[in-house]
């Protein structure tokens, strides 16, 4: 059976993707992220050793004891609004970058960005630089 | 060594993109933006020299092989973390994490041999030479008017 600590859970989908039983079921909905194992009688601990922020163990079997469940809102993108990820996560990215790659050349505390909008704004920077060089005159 | 893109030059065709998921099993690891009525862009991975996505990655499936940002895929557990490390957004994950590389074991990527428009390639110098005739005729002529 696993055990969870809830503190040091990220809502990553690593040990859901990683059980090879699906004894560990995500659901996702627009604003909110859960996360369920259901009482495994298994010895494997996969989902133990692929766990980033080792919050699993691996404890003996018993019947009374409650499946653990926990659940994450999700954060919403600086700029779209859109629902992209669990706080634990981005904190974790935030503590493994070092602190010169957080901010873009414009400032921005691009991590708290979902992907789609980071892709919009490389783009925009990219379009802007080619723009630029668009004159009438030039060969 | 990441594909250097010369926009001025993309055409918006999307040929990387179908080239890519040709050679990738049906999974683009580029976007092509259309941005207004202006430029098509291609966002490609950088293979950033600090590679942010290869700091998140606990178990090391992303990590830095010389120039290039290698991808493990049997190391790979799929936990979304490097999706959200990327500063461009050019990581995603579903099962597992994809992003460019470099169509390895190729001498040169599909998508730059794919490209009708020369928009793309991996040579430094001609992309930089490129970057410079574009700065000088800005200083030139000005910029758009």
Redesign the interface.
């Known amino acids: 059976m696993i055990k969870v600590d809830a503190n040091k859970c990220?809502g990553?989908?690593?040990c859901s993707?990683?059980c090879p039983s699906q004894n560990i079921t995500r659901i996702d909905t627009p604003e909110k992220r859960s996360i369920h194992w259901k009482r495994c009688k298994e010895e494997c601990d996969l989902c133990v050793e692929?766990c980033?922020a080792k919050a699993l163990t691996l404890v003996p079997f018993d019947e009374v004891s409650p499946e653990p469940n926990v659940s994450f809102d999700l954060v919403t993108c600086k700029i779209c609004q859109s629902h992209y990820?669990t706080e634990p996560?981005?904190k974790?990215?935030e503590s493994?970058?070092?602190a010169n790659?957080q901010l873009?050349s414009t400032g921005l505390a691009?991590?708290w960005v979902?992907?789609?909008?980071?892709?919009?704004i490389?783009?925009?920077r990219?379009?802007k630089?080619?723009?630029?060089?668009?004159?009438?005159?030039?060969p | 060594m990441p594909v250097y893109v010369d926009i001025s030059r993309c055409i918006g065709c999307r040929s990387c993109e179908v080239a890519c998921k040709r050679v990738h099993g049906g999974s683009s690891h580029v976007n092509v933006h259309m941005v207004r009525d202006q430029a098509s862009v291609p966002v490609f991975c950088h293979h950033c020299e600090e590679a942010s996505c290869t700091l998140a990655c606990f178990t090391q499936a992303l990590h830095k092989a010389g120039e290039r940002t290698a991808f493990d895929v049997e190391k790979c557990t799929g936990c979304g973390l490097c999706q959200l490390a990327c500063p461009f957004g050019v990581v995603w994950t579903d099962k597992i994490a994809h992003k460019c590389d470099l169509c390895e074991g190729k001498d040169t990527p599909t998508c730059i041999l794919t490209c009708p428009a020369n928009a793309l390639s991996t040579d430094f110098e001609l992309a930089a030479a490129r970057a410079r005739a574009r700065a000088a005729r800005v200083a030139a002529y000005g910029g758009r008017r």
């Open positions: 990220l990553c989908v690593s993707n990683v692929f980033p990820a996560m981005l974790r990215i493994v970058l070092p790659l873009d691009w991590i979902c992907p789609v909008c980071r892709r919009n490389e783009a925009e990219a379009t630089q080619i723009i630029l060089g668009r004159s009438r005159k030039s």
